[in-house]
T-cell receptor
Framework: GENVEQHPSTLSVQEGDSAVIKCTYS??????FPWYKQELGKRPQLIID?????GEKKDQRIAVTLNKTAKHFSLHITETQPEDSAVYFC????????????FGGGTRLMVKP | SQTIHQWPATLVQPVGSPLSLECTVE??????LYWYRQAAGRGLQLLFY??????ISSEVPQNLSASRPQDRQFILSSKKLLLSDSGFYLC??????????FGPGTRLTVT
């Protein structure tokens, strides 16, 4: 089955700096890569996703990049703000019978004001 | 638009007691449904998923079970809770596309 590794497990940045979270996956059949943000005590929220037919996608201060050859993808947050502090999860999936996702272990991002 | 509900929001149960958590989705038909558990400070563990009424696949064999009695209803049950069952239980759904959306969750404490 699919295995997703996520690094780092914790990340502390100064407000205004950039943050990068990296994930690797094992199954070359995976073609969908979402990122979720989970604030303390809340549900994970889908913030951005990328499919295997593109290499990069941006949405304001957030961008994701995908390298299918190397089987890794990354989340980039620019101009970080205190409200970006949360746990971020990457995931990988493909259009199987259940559209299941395999999640990484999560990254706790702390943005210091 | 689609909405996903879970109840109860919080639950405190003694060891050995039964459990029933409910999840319902509005605004869509024939969704794929999922139950996840998240231990404190940990990642998301997929417990069960369902692609249709009465169709349940288990990812982690435990003292938990799931049922889907109606198209947009997914239930997580246990006959006897263990201390290790404590956690944040999240229901999620997908439609025809890949995007998976989570419900608000149920925080279960087994004492």
């Amino acid at each position: 089955g699919e295995n997703v590794e996520q690094h780092p497990s914790t990340l502390s940045v100064q407000e205004g700096d950039s943050a990068v979270i990296k994930c690797t996956y094992s199954d070359s059949a995976s073609n969908y890569f979402p990122w979720y943000k989970q604030e303390l005590g809340k549900r994970p929220q889908l913030i951005i996703d990328i499919r295997s037919n593109v290499g990069e996608k941006k949405d304001q201060r957030i961008a994701v990049t995908l390298n299918k050859t190397a089987k890794h993808f990354s989340l980039h947050i620019t101009e970080t703000q205190p409200e970006d502090s949360a746990v971020y999860f990457c995931a990988a999936g493909y259009n199987n019978a259940g559209n299941m996702l395999t999640f990484g272990g999560g990254t706790r991002l702390m943005v210091k004001p | 638009s689609q909405t996903i509900h879970q109840w109860p929001a919080t639950l405190v149960q003694p060891v050995g007691s039964p459990l029933s958590l409910e999840c319902t989705v509005e605004g869509t038909s024939n969704p794929n449904l999922y139950w996840y558990r998240q231990a404190a400070g940990r990642g998301l563990q997929l417990l069960f998923y369902s692609v249709g009424i009465g169709q349940i696949s288990s990812e982690v064999p435990q003292n938990l079970s799931a049922s889907r009695p109606q198209d947009r209803q997914f239930i997580l049950s246990s006959k006897k809770l263990l201390l290790s069952d404590s956690g944040f239980y999240l229901c999620a759904w997908t439609g025809n596309s890949y995007e998976q959306y989570f419900g608000p969750g149920t925080r279960l404490t087994v004492t």
